[in-house]
Structures are given as C-alpha cells and as structure tokens.
C-alpha cells in the first residue's frame, strides 16, 4: 500500500527553514570509563543539513549508538559542541533537552518502544505531554497520522494485537506527530522481514521527500542506500562519508 499523496499532505506544515533544522557536531568527543577508557566518540564533526537524509554504519563498538544519543540530546560530549535545532546542548539542563527532545525531535527504534497496554492511538499522542496547546486535538491528530500511515482501521488495537510492520507503523505516525525538525531512526527495519522493511523504507522516502531530515542508523547497506549519504564509522572516527543519493 503506497501513502505519497497523502504524506506530502500530513508534512507540508512542518517544513522548517536551514538554521532551524540542521545539527552540528564539531569535534565531539566521548569516553566511557568502563575499566579501560573506552573512546566512543573521538573527534567526531558532521552536519546535517535540513532536509538530507544520512545513514550511519559500522561495526558493533565504532560509536552509532553515541552518535545518535549525541543528535537525540540523550547524552552530553566531554569535549566539543553540539547544536540541534539552533540550540547548544551542551549548555542546556536535562529538562531543558527532554524539553527539546520532545519539540524538535521523533524517534524510531528497532524494538518499537509501544506501551504494550495502550491503543495504536493512545501511543502516537504520547510525546505531545510537550504540546499543551494541542490538549483538545491530540485523538484527531493520532488518527490523521495512522490512517496515513495504513492503520486507520486499528487504532483501538494495542501493539500485541499488530504485526510488527503495523507496530513500526505506529511508530513512524508517534515519530511524527509533534511535527519534528529531525527524525532519529535506530535500526527501523532490524526486527522486520525483508518485504516489511521494504516497505518502511518506503515511507522513510516519502518523508524524505516532503522535506524532512533524517538521521538513521543501520548495519545493512542496502537499507542505508536509501538516504543521500551514508558515514560511516570506526572505533569512533569517520572513516569515510560516502554520498549514494538514495533510491527515489
């Protein structure tokens, strides 16, 4: 089932200009002290343009998951800068990222991350707790998304009662329904079977076409070739950024 039209309709409002949407990290550095000095991050600088869509790839211990805790304003570097949304983190208090976090971002995870005991519907509204003014239009909001998203007719259903390409479903529409700058993707096809996943990255396009940016990370390379880019990373440098242009 192909969502394009209405895609470009449920993101057309949330277009955002440059300086608003794009991440820097300048020379971002990251050590966990678990026995010996682990250096997750080591002299870590990239952008993000408004509107490109990156992939992340390397071998387990290169630094993807801190990389993406650094963008997703989940952790703080020992050194340099980081700014998502014209904001430095590094500067802010953990209410003020959670604050940010729930504003500027919408995050996809590989296992879901469903409250197992609410509805398809109940869940998307979730990260609107940031959102008071929309107190009276959260139901209306969730069902738009779902039924853009194919799921119109669950929405009552709780996650056991979906698939798990229904439950990622449920999860791109909680993604985007405080109308993110950047959206984080953690390995969104890692629990899907290959004709599932296809049509994730499917929806993953579409998003990319009506102007969002995103930030995924994944091990497989044909997943990764959807976006514009893809850096990859070794015990916690860039080793290189390839430039693939997607499959659009």
């Not at 211990?61 to 340099?80: I, Q, R």
């Not at 800068?81 to 590989?110: H, M, P, Y």
């Amino acid at each position: 089932m192909r969502h394009e039209v209405v895609w470009m309709a449920v993101t057309e409002t949330s277009q955002q200009s440059p300086s608003a949407t794009t991440v820097e990290l300048q020379d971002v550095r990251r050590t966990y002290h678990l026995g010996e000095p682990v250096h997750a991050l080591d002299g870590v600088s990239i952008s993000l343009p408004a509107g490109s869509f990156t992939a992340v790839m390397g071998p387990s211990g290169s630094g993807k998951s801190t990389l993406m805790n650094m963008v997703g304003c989940l952790d703080t570097p020992d050194e340099g800068d980081v700014t998502v949304a014209g904001q430095d983190v590094t500067v802010l208090s953990g209410n003020e990222r959670a604050k940010l976090r729930g504003t500027e971002l919408g995050f996809i995870f590989q296992q879901f991350n469903l409250m197992p005991r609410l509805t398809a519907a109940e869940n998307v509204t979730m990260p609107l707790v940031f959102h008071n003014d929309l107190d009276d239009g959260r139901r209306q909001r969730a069902e738009t998304l779902l039924e853009r998203v194919g799921l119109g007719d669950r929405l009552d259903h709780t996650p056991p009662e979906l698939s798990g390409g229904q439950r990622q479903r449920v999860a791109i529409a909680r993604a985007l329904v405080n109308e993110p700058s950047l959206v984080l993707a953690d390995e969104p096809t890692g629990n899907l079977d290959t004709d599932t996943g296809a049509e994730i990255m499917e929806l993953f396009e579409q998003l990319h076409e009506a102007g969002r940016t995103i930030l995924m990370v994944t091990h497989e390379r044909h997943i990764a070739e959807h976006a514009d880019r893809i850096i990859h990373l070794v015990d916690g440098q860039i080793e290189e950024i390839e430039q693939v242009g997607g499959e659009r």
